[in-house]
């Protein structure tokens, strides 16, 4: 509805894809690494934090001072 008010265009297809890509690996990875589980939900919580940081990582890089 407000995309339609503003006259937001729709985006393209691959953009209205990625969305559901993204979704589906979370269910996939929630599935091999149970969150009941302690161990697998800590290497879990190990790998975002190195995804986390390597994206810090990158804006800093590229971020001018």
């Known amino acids: 509805e407000v995309n339609r008010r503003?006259?937001?265009p729709k985006p393209a297809a691959p953009f209205r894809v990625f969305p559901r890509l993204i979704k589906?690996?979370?269910?996939v990875s929630?599935?091999?690494y149970a969150l009941d589980?302690?161990?697998?939900?800590?290497?879990?919580?190990q790998i975002g934090n190195?995804?986390?940081m390597?994206?810090?990582?990158?804006y800093l890089?590229?971020?001018p001072a």
């Not at 589980?37 to 919580?45: A, Q, S, T």
């Open 30 to 32: 929630q599935k091999v």
């Open 50 to 52: 190195e995804q986390q």
């Open 37 to 45: 589980n302690p161990v697998k939900y800590e290497k879990l919580v």
């Open 61 to 63: 890089e590229h971020t």
């Open 54 to 58: 390597k994206v810090l990582t990158d």
């Open 24 to 27: 589906a690996a979370n269910r």
């Open 6 to 8: 503003l006259e937001i």
